[in-house]
Nanobody
Framework: QVQLVESGGGLVQPGDSLRLSCAASGFIFSFNAMGWYRQAPGKERELVAYISSNGLTTYADSVKGRFTISRDNAKNTVYLQMNSLKPEGTGVYYC???????WGQGTQVTVSS
């Protein structure tokens, strides 16, 4: 069955870096566009970054220049490198396969001094 398993979250200080990973299984990963989404406390889930099957990327304005999405099709994994983290980056980060829609369980990121 389809699975998306996120990892790499944690508690960091403002300005720190984290790399999130999403390990996919149960489908042909290389054929699929993938995205990272964030849900902050009390807010709607929002797109952070997106990568197409051929590697084209899109970012939310709030993370441009600080976050990088990438994929390793040999490892069936999509990554989100997050640099210069800010407190507003706190939330649960979810991995998503766009079509057909499927979500991972999420990983918590807390940015606090």
């Amino acid at each position: 069955q389809v699975q998306l398993v996120e990892s790499g979250g944690g508690l960091v200080q403002p300005g720190d870096s984290l790399r999130l990973s999403c390990a996919a299984s149960g489908f042909i990963f290389s054929f699929n566009a993938m995205g990272w989404y964030r849900q902050a406390p009390g807010k709607e889930r929002e797109l952070v970054a997106y990568i197409s099957s051929n590697g084209l990327t899109t970012y939310a304005d709030s993370v441009k220049g600080r976050f990088t999405i990438s994929r390793d099709n040999a490892k069936n994994t999509v990554y989100l490198q997050m640099n210069s983290l800010k407190p507003e980056g706190t939330g649960v980060y979810y991995c998503r396969r766009r079509k057909p829609n499927f979500w991972g369980q999420g990983t918590q990121v807390t940015v606090s001094s």
